[in-house]
């Protein structure tokens, strides 16, 4: 149900700042789904996972994903 809340409506997630601007939060329970807002119609989900843990998690991964700024 929560991906077809996302594609339905991609402003649904809150919109995140800082070190993961650019990327969107939708609570599930505990959990919380990061995403790219779609183009042409497609989510891209980041990462999945309990809220304690999920954006430090995600930082990283987007971190490592990031082409080297040197």
Not at 2 to 22: C, M, T, V, W
Not at 59 to 70: A, G, Q, S
């Amino acid at each position: 149900a929560a991906p077809k809340a996302i594609l339905s409506d991609p402003d649904i997630g809150k919109s995140l700042r800082n070190k993961l601007e650019g990327l969107r939060s939708f609570r599930v329970g505990r959990f919380r789904i990061i995403y790219r807002k779609p183009s042409r119609g497609i989510i891209d989900i980041v990462a999945i996972g309990p809220r304690k843990y999920i954006y430090e998690e995600t930082y990283r991964l987007v971190k490592k994903t990031e082409p080297d700024r040197r």
